[in-house]
């Protein structure tokens, strides 16, 4: 299979040069901070992200329709891993199986990561969710150990704690088990693609477009803007966050206002420029502020 081999070409190369090839383990955003400013029960969802957090926090509150959109030609394989992982494990041993850092504070090393007599508790549910997914991992886990494998994420990521405080599904057992019970509902496809210059074709209730903002230039922003923006249902919301310190806000305001699409306002002014800022557009409507989170 040719995607076999691009994956094991992946393990053999540094991680730092492999740049959104590689996965996102976990969030590195706080989707707990802005997910209830979205209406998301039996509504649809486009959203960035390899980690396919935002798909399960989505999932967890009633959204039935989520596309994830990304770059990175790994993000569905991982979906069903950490589905199929979320679906047979505990939340305990989830963490440990996936945790790619230190799993609790200051313990060194995490000895269940990417483990193979782990996967095997899942490699069924996985066969039975996707069955493409299935042979790659198997492939993999039966071939390479847990070092090998970590190579094919990235190394931004957080410690176990934030990621936890990231995800409503991880917060407790409740939360976990509930997630367990409403992902197997969830309609979910996958497009390998660039906000750039995006194959899709349906409008969505939501999008989500992780922070992606801070790796584009201010022209490549306006066209992202323009083109998702076109994607968004009436009174739809979309979300950009994490600017870093940029006056990347002042240039969403212009490249909104020259959509000649249906206009989505920016909303609060003037905006604060802050780190972790969440910016929420609704299309025709001027609802939302900007939040720290
Ligand atoms: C900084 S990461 C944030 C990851 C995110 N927090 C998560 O949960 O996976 C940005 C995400 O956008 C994706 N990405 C980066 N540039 C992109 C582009 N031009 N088009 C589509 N996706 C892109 C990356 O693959 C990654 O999943």
Same mark, same amino acid.
Request: proline share 2%; hydrophobic share 35%.
């Given at each position: ?64 329709? +989520?596309?994830?959109?990304? +770059? ?91 990621? +936890? ?129």
């Amino acid at each position: 299979m040719n995607q076999l081999k691009q994956i094991e070409n992946l393990i053999k190369r540094n991680q730092s040069e492999c740049g959104f090839n590689t996965l996102y383990p976990f969030t590195t955003e706080n989707i707990d901070g802005y997910i209830d400013l979205f209406d998301l029960k039996n509504k649809s969802l486009l959203t960035l992200g390899s980690s396919s957090d935002q798909a399960i926090n989505a999932g967890l509150l009633g959204c039935n329709n +989520i596309t994830i959109f990304d +770059i990175c030609p790994l993000t569905k394989f991982y979906y069903y891993l950490k589905l199929a992982s979320l679906l047979s494990l505990d939340r305990e041993m989830f963490l440990r199986f996936l945790c790619i850092t230190n799993y609790r504070k200051n313990t060194s090393s995490n000895p269940n990561l990417y483990k193979k007599n782990i996967f095997d508790k899942l490699n069924e549910t996985l066969n039975s969710l996707d069955y493409e997914s299935y042979v790659i991992w198997d492939y993999l886990f039966n071939k390479y150990g847990s070092k090998e494998i970590s190579r094919l994420f990235t190394i931004d990521v957080n410690q176990v704690d934030s990621i +936890i405080g990231c995800n409503r599904y991880l917060v407790d057992d409740d939360m976990y088990r509930l997630a367990r019970k409403k992902m197997p509902n969830v309609d979910i496809k996958f497009i390998e693609g660039d906000v750039l210059s995006p194959n899709i074709n349906e409008k969505y209730d939501n999008i989500w477009l992780s922070n992606v903002g801070k790796y584009l230039t201010e022209e490549e922003i306006s066209i992202m803007i323009e083109k998702m923006a076109s994607l968004l249902k009436q009174n739809g919301r979309m979300l950009m966050n994490y600017f870093y310190s940029t006056d990347i806000p002042y240039k969403c305001e212009s490249a909104l206002n020259s959509c000649n699409y249906e206009k989505i306002i920016i909303s609060g002014e003037p905006l604060n420029i802050v780190d972790n800022s969440v910016l929420v557009y609704q299309k025709s409507k001027l609802v939302v502020g900007v939040i720290m989170i």
